[in-house]
């Protein structure tokens, strides 16, 4: 400190005392906020971000939407707040979908509950008054009955431990922290290094406005095109006519989504009937449409060797110079086990001249400089770099706040083995905390939205459950966490999902335990299992 500067002045610390703390003002946090508030609870919440919208405030690069259809991907807990919004495509842009959760958070009247730019540095759970000590950077210390984290499952971002990465030049961002100002590539040569949802969403558009584009690709990824577009009228008209008989139909849907559920094997059918199949279904343009043609695709090597053979053909059909088409195919995991990925005019892309893809598998990156990514061949000359490189999946938001439960035990001590859970949203140990889209729940293998809704309905259920009955925790047994971690691992278990290395796997992330996160026994199923627990009485847990 030089002599002239004023001495640090301690955090002001204000201490409120509320019925339930929020943590995050995306769909999650504000549906939770809404809820809670609406049932009479008195509620705080925080957002680390300037603004409400979560994802769909920090993911602002170019081409990123949803790929879920918007008419679906969009809350259903009020009629009249789907009636009056009106989607402009099929599959809305991140600007759309960052003001739909505006106009939520204004419609609701939300905001006033939320501090922004403010993040929750610790949560502690004391074990004599029975609540929730929530301390934020901005010193504000908070004391809640209730703990609810909406912080995303895919919020905490992985940078990748490359050498060099610290001196490089240029401009550099992550995707899942991109600059409100637009970037503009034009006239620069731009590196991006990824090519999973994200990747593949923004390299056709980087690739339309910069001089050059070098895409540094690891692992190929099954993509699908999106047929963006105007949304479906009679979808629209559906959804807000028959409101009540399409939001229960997504409800107890196995995704989240509208779709009749297979039947029969991709290895029942005859060649050509299998491939007029997935044909109609190349042409649909949803993430699903090929891996829900059959009821077997996920579970049977075989029968996704058809459906992989046949998205391998198209590669090779849209790219012109066969070697980057060959590059370009994925192998050696199923179709589907890495999220799938829905695209526009992704393969194409690779037809322009001035756009290059550099397969990593080959030519692995060995470092980066002042100006340049260098492979083991040579050297990459790029003025931008775009790091698409994920993230630290489901559990590492969570393990970033690293709440302290019962007994001074932290979740990063409880996790150590990895992730464990009552129904992806309790945690043994942790009383009175709910981990909406936590790991084992169905969300990331889900419509959020849809499953979001649920987790925290669920939640509030439980928190007035209590209050009815002058009850102050609910926490899970350590059975019911037991048995509930060994269900998903499971069900997990009857899939090709944990034969592949992907971040539903943890496997993104170096040492991090290898566990399946989602619940994959679908969105239904879950719903009736959750609701059942209830009916019961709340078993597994014990309230006191
Ligand atoms: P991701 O699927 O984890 O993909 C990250 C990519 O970066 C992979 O290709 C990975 O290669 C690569 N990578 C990571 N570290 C690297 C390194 N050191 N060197 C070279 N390559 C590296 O992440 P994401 O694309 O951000 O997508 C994450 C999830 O977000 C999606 O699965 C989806 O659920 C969601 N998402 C949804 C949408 C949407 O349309 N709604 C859009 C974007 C994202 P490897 O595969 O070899 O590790």
């Not at 809404?34 to 680390?48: I, K, N, P, Q, Y």
């Not at 009249?80 to 106009?103: C, D, F, G, K, V």
């Not at 995303?152 to 100002?181: C, K, V, Y």
Request: glycine residues 10%; aromatic residues 10%.
């Amino acid at each position: 400190m030089s002599p002239t500067s004023p001495p640090a002045s301690p955090p002001t610390t204000v201490e409120a005392t509320v019925d339930a703390a929020v943590v995050g003002a995306g769909f999650s946090g504000l549906y939770a906020v809404h809820r809670l508030h609406d049932l009479g609870l008195s509620v705080r919440a925080f957002e680390a971000g300037g603004g409400v919208g979560g994802t769909w405030y920090w993911n602002r690069y170019p081409g990123a939407r949803c790929d879920i259809e918007s008419v679906y991907y969009s809350y259903s807990f009020d009629r009249e707040l789907t009636a009056e919004w009106q989607w402009s495509e099929r599959y809305a842009a991140q600007p759309e979908i960052l003001r739909y959760l505006e106009h939520v958070a204004d419609r609701f009247d939300l905001r006033r509950h939320f501090t922004f730019d403010t993040r929750v540095t610790g949560a502690a759970f004391d074990e004599t008054t029975g609540r929730w000590r929530v301390e934020t950077d901005g010193g504000e210390v908070v004391s809640a009955r209730h703990l609810v984290l909406g912080v995303g499952l895919l919020s905490q971002r992985a940078l990748p431990d490359i050498e060099g990465i610290g001196d490089f030049a240029g401009e550099i961002h992550h995707t899942g922290a991109w600059p409100h100002q637009a970037v503009d590539f034009t006239g620069r040569r731009v590196g991006v290094i990824g090519t999973g949802s994200t990747g593949i969403q923004a390299i056709p558009l980087i690739a339309r406005q910069a001089e050059h584009l070098t895409v540094f690709q690891r692992t190929p990824n099954f993509s699908l095109p999106a047929r963006n577009g105007s949304p479906d009228p009679e979808k629209s008209r559906r959804r807000i006519d028959e409101f009540d008989a399409v939001t229960e139909q997504l409800r107890t849907s196995s995704y989240g989504i509208l779709l009749d559920p297979p039947t029969r094997s991709a290895l029942e059918v005859s060649a050509e009937e299998r491939r007029s199949t997935y044909e109609a279904r190349w042409a649909e343009g949803t993430l699903t449409g090929i891996l829900q043609a059959y009821n077997d695709m996920v579970r049977n090597q075989e029968a996704n060797d058809t459906a992989a053979d046949f998205i391998r053909e198209r590669i090779r059909e849209i790219v012109a110079d066969p070697q980057v088409a060959d590059d370009l195919c994925p192998r050696g995991y199923a179709y589907g086990t890495k999220r799938p990925c829905l695209d526009s005019g992704y393969y194409a892309t690779y037809n322009r001249d001035d756009v290059e893809l550099v397969n990593l598998r080959r030519t692995p990156i060995e470092r980066i400089t002042g100006d340049a990514v260098v492979t083991s061949d040579r050297e990459h000359p790029v003025d931008a770099l775009v790091l698409a490189t994920g993230y630290d999946a489901q559990t590492g938001p969570l393990l970033a706040l690293d709440p302290v439960g019962r007994g001074g035990r932290r979740l990063s001590a409880h996790w150590e083995q990895g992730a464990r859970s009552y129904l992806g949203l309790t945690v043994a140990g942790f009383p009175n905390l709910y981990t909406i889209c936590g790991p084992g729940s169905p969300s990331a293998l889900s419509n959020a939205v849809v499953s979001i809704e649920q987790h925290v309905e669920w939640t509030a259920d439980l928190i007035v459950h209590l209050a009815d009955r002058g009850l102050t925790t609910a926490e899970a047994t350590d059975v019911a966490e037991k048995e509930w971690s060994a269900h998903v691992q499971e069900v997990a278990s009857y899939t090709l999902y944990p034969q592949t290395d992907s971040w539903l796997m943890g496997a993104n992330i170096p040492g991090k335990p290898r566990v399946f996160l989602p619940y994959i026994g679908g969105v239904g199923a879950y719903r009736a299992h959750c609701d059942q627990v209830a009916a019961e009485g709340y078993a597994g847990f014990e309230l006191a």
